[in-house]
């Protein structure tokens, strides 16, 4: 029998190594955003087992129709998971259990972007439909943290600004915003009594709708934040741009949110589900 031995060619060593570098160029890199000026000064690449809590609290308020448990937030390869569950009995009242979880550090002005998939493609209820009943979003607004390392409202005192780089729900009791593809991008401005003053852009012209956009595959999100606008973004593009001027509004610290619940707009029919996340990074300038 005959021994043969491979000897690469030329040729085959351009290959392999152009092979190699595609493979590489696939992984985003921290430098790889829309804008530039800036520097990646705090991140969680989500590389642990178990969440960081040492950079995050865990979202556990009551609120529409889900309780918000720790134990619905995992980590495995690299990935953080939101799992989004129906309940077979009550818990506080509710018949669902969403996740999130809120940084503890506070920011202002910069880039935010995360990227992430929304939604398990998975019809749990075979009802015909996939991933009902759950509002997702990537957001910024002062937090109250308490000693336990959990966030149990929305409503601090403290919130004047709230930045929501998306808000996006599998169903909506607006037509318009009513799919796990299309998603609101706007500021919501607090007054001091707690009520909303306005929000801009106002529905629904915050509403992003991108041709043939599936939320379910993996995007990045993220806005730039500064003295004058919002400017938010989907896969490096611009989709809208939102005066936000100091000299009117006041502008907060916020701490950055990741969260999914079961909203009263989304329906009474939550199934299983879940959001990932690859990764969050905050740049400054």
Known sequence: MKHFTFKPTSTFLILFFLGLSCCFAQKKSKNSIPVTGY??????????????TSMWAFRTDVKHRSVQLRENV???????????????????GKMASGAGIVSKKQFKYGYYEVRSRLGDKIDDDTDGQADEGWHHSFWAMAASIDARGEVNTT??????????????????????????????????IWKADGKEYGRVPKTPADITAIPLFDAGVW???????????????????????????????????????????????????????????????????
Not at 157 to 183: M, Q, V
């Open 39 to 52: 520097k990646l000064i705090w991140h969680d690449e989500f590389n642990g087992s178990v969440l960081d």
């Open 74 to 92: 995992s980590l495995k390869g690299g990935i953080l998971k939101l799992n989004l569950r129906e309940l077979t009995q009550p818990l506080k």
């Open 155 to 188: 409503y601090p005192e403290s919130r004047r600004t709230e930045i929501d780089c998306y808000e996006n729900a599998s169903t909506h009791d607006h037509l318009a915003e009513s799919s796990l593809n299309k998603f609101t991008q706007h500021i919501i």
């Open 219 to 285: 995007h990045t999100y993220g806005f730039e934040w500064n003295e004058k606008t919002v400017t938010f973004y989907v896969d490096g593009k611009i989709t809208h741009v939102a005066e936000y001027p100091a000299s009117q509004f006041e502008h907060d610290n916020i701490n950055i949110w990741i969260t999914a619940i079961a909203a009263n707009w989304t329906g009474k029919d939550q199934e299983n589900s879940s959001a990932e996340y690859d990764y969050v990074r905050f740049y400054s300038k």
